[in-house]
């Protein structure tokens, strides 16, 4: 059973940079595509980008200029930088696969709250 | 961007009724389109893609219709595990992948 799971700082100050990384196991991290996704507390979901494990990223144009993601297939691993965050990047942040692109997200972390604050 | 305007904002409805929930998207979207069901505290979880697929371990009281722009996610007899907040998904113009601002299932 694959299981994904968010790790990284639960609190960030503003202006900083937010990293968290995604460990997958119970399976390869090869041969599909890693999306973040965060939800800020009581409201909806917001795709932030996709990674694929040849390093092929698409990002949401509303976070381009501040997002990079990066995967390490030897750790089974892919990971989020947001930089310059606000009170406004506070949210329950996931990650989740998708068998190609043009699927949905089949398999989802727990999530993991970051707070932006001084 | 596609965005997707998911109706009712809420349902009440009580344990063995039918619920339908509905999602519009701004432009077609073919049958890309998933839901997803979000208890509390819980992540997401896939419930239907391609417009009308059930997921792995999904019962068959839920199922899915529509294309193009209009889509249905009707639930025939609802069961108290049921009441959640579901929200539906486009997949075919990305990106951004864009979700619907969903839909509070809860218990009248």
């Known amino acids: 059973q694959v299981q994904l799971q968010e790790s990284g700082p639960g609190l960030v100050k503003p202006s900083e940079t937010l990293s968290l990384t995604c460990t997958v196991s119970?399976?390869?991290?090869?041969?599909?595509?890693w999306s973040w996704i965060r939800q800020p507390a009581g409201k909806g979901l917001e795709w932030i980008g996709r990674?694929?494990?040849?390093?092929?990223?698409n990002y949401n144009p509303s976070l381009k200029s501040r997002v990079t993601m990066s995967v390490d297939t030897s750790k089974n691993q892919f990971s989020l930088k947001l930089t310059s965050v606000t009170a406004a990047d506070t949210a329950v942040y996931y990650c989740?696969?998708?068998?190609?692109?043009?699927?949905?997200?089949?398999?989802w972390g727990q999530g993991t709250l970051v707070t932006v604050s001084s | 961007e596609i965005v997707l305007t998911q109706s009712p904002g809420t349902l009440s409805l009580s344990p063995g009724e039918r619920a339908t929930l509905s999602c519009r998207a701004s432009q077609s979207v073919s049958s890309y389109l998933a839901w997803y069901q979000q208890k509390p505290g819980q992540a997401p979880r896939l419930f239907i893609y391609g417009a009308s697929n059930r997921a792995t371990g999904i019962p068959d009281r839920f199922s899915g219709s529509g294309s193009g722009t209009d889509f249905t996610l009707t639930i025939s007899r609802l069961e108290p595990e049921d009441f959640a907040v579901y929200y539906c998904q486009q997949y075919v113009s990305s990106p951004p992948d864009t979700f619907g601002q969903g839909t509070k299932l809860e218990i009248k």
């Open positions: 989740a696969r998708a068998y190609y692109s043009w699927l949905p997200f089949d398999y």
């Open positions: 119970g399976g390869s991290i090869r041969s599909y595509y």
């Open positions: 990674i694929s494990t040849s390093g092929s990223t």
